[in-house]
């Protein structure tokens, strides 16, 4: 059978729309077979199965039903869970959760407590800068009790370094460092964890954080005495420029150089301040 081209054109288009029709179909099936895998995988028997699900519902921004099972995993059994729930919960940028995740810093479990103050920090809540703190001086802020259940984990850097970096706060810190930072961690877990608080308390703009700051910048550890000296820096508060001067004689060159940009940066904001003042 001949087809002159006008002929062939229009089976062409009159096909197309049901051509269409099944693509669009079948995108959409695919669509409710991954939402019928998540929903199979946040009832997961198995701990760490149903933590990947959870943790990965942190892709879905602005989706209700996946903060909705995020939230819902923040009462989970396992902490694994609980964890996971928070980091997706603070990837979401969920702002109706925060007090559930404010509430999650009372957890039993340090671990816990660090995810949660980790996923409060995107919306720079003061309680999880209040965890850090800790974190990094081992002492509560006056009339602060963040954290029940197991109080002295924190104070512990053997128990510290059992939580894990990664497992409490979920991110590298060290961006800035070096690689010679990486030759510490093999034979210090409890560093990396201290220097992330330090890291996450430039933000605090409560003067106690400052001051605890500038102790850290005199630390055993030189990567937690970077951490401190960067946070100050970035809190351009002149107030701390005469704490840290003595930083500029550490025997470490990489403390040394993060000290005096440190301390160029708050000289300059000093000069500024007082050129302002009539």
């Known amino acids: 059978m001949n087809l002159t081209r006008a002929g062939a054109l229009t089976i062409l288009f ?5 051509q269409f ?8 099936d695919k669509k409710n077979e991954a939402w019928t895998i998540l929903r199979a995988g946040v009832t997961e028997k198995e701990t760490g199965r149903r933590a990947q699900a959870v943790r990965v ?11 909705r099972m995020a939230q819902t995993a923040l009462g989970d059994e396992k902490a694994e869970v609980r964890g996971a729930a928070a980091t997706a919960l603070g990837q979401m940028r969920s702002r109706r959760s925060i007090p559930m995740l404010e509430a999650l810093l009372s957890d039993k479990e340090p671990s816990v407590v660090l995810a949660a103050a980790s996923a409060l920090m995107t919306f720079k809540d003061q309680s999880a800068f209040d965890v850090y703190y800790e974190v990094l001086t081992g002492e509560r802020k006056t009339g602060k009790g963040l954290i029940a259940g197991e109080k002295e984990t924190l104070k ?7 939580i894990g970096f990664n497992e409490g706060i979920g991110f590298v810190p060290f961006a800035s460092i070096g690689v010679s930072a990486f030759k510490t961690l093999r034979t210090d877990d409890v560093s990396p964890v201290r220097a992330a608080a330090a890291k996450l308390l430039a933000d605090d703009k409560d003067p ?9 910048a005199f630390d055993k550890s030189w990567i937690v005495r970077v951490a401190a ?3 100050i820096a970035k809190r351009r508060d002149a107030l701390l420029l005469d704490g840290i001067l003595p930083a500029l004689a550490d025997t470490n060159s990489e403390v040394r150089c993060t000290a005096a940009a440190t301390v160029i940066r708050l000289s300059t904001v000093a000069s500024a301040s007082t050129t302002k003042t009539p």
């Open 229 to 231: 000296l960067e946070s």
């Open 57 to 67: 519902l942190g892709l879905l921004p602005g989706n209700p039903e996946a903060v």
């Open 156 to 162: 512990d850097p053997k128990k510290l370094a059992e």
């Open 208 to 216: 106690q954080s400052g001051d605890a700051l500038v102790q850290a």
């Open 14 to 18: 009159a096909f197309l729309p049901n």
């Open 21 to 28: 029709s099944g693509f669009a179909q079948d995108k959409q």
